[in-house]
């Protein structure tokens, strides 16, 4: 059975940066995409980053946080990161990773598996 924890949110100023943690427990963690999709009250999920699973694939970023944000995996950890900087009053959200079975999508409705989320919040 696969289960997701994030880690990692919290109160920081704009500019500043923070480092989301997304912990996978079961097996074969390897073979998941992983996914960030962030959430703010009243408003859909939205695609923040994917990472495939398949080795050196690259990145899927959205284009707000391109240049900003880097989504990475230890396999070894079975950890997935967001590394967020230059945060801006726009990336308050509730940040959740999801997993799926295969390549990277963009559509929450296409991963199976979600953690239970983080909350970042950027005081301007």
């Known amino acids: 059975q696969v289960q997701l924890v994030e880690s990692g949110g919290g109160l920081v100023q704009a500019g500043g940066s923070l480092r989301l943690s997304c912990a996978f427990s079961?097996?074969?963690?390897?073979?998941?995409?992983v996914a960030w999709f962030r959430q703010t009250a009243g408003k859909d999920n939205d695609f923040v980053a994917a990472?495939?699973?398949?080795?050196?694939?690259?990145?899927d970023l959205t284009d707000s946080v391109k240049g900003r944000f880097t989504i990475s995996r230890d396999n070894a950890k079975n950890t997935t990161y967001l590394q967020m900087m230059d945060l801006k009053s726009e990336d308050t959200a509730t940040y959740y990773c999801?997993?799926?079975?295969?390549?990277?999508?963009?559509?929450?409705?296409?991963?199976?598996?979600w953690g239970q989320g983080t909350l970042v919040t950027v005081s301007s």
């Open positions: 999801a997993a799926r079975w295969g390549e990277v999508r963009r559509l929450p409705d296409d991963y199976n598996h």
């Open positions: 079961g097996t074969h963690f390897n073979w998941y995409s």
């Open positions: 990472i495939s699973w398949r080795p050196g694939g690259t990145p």
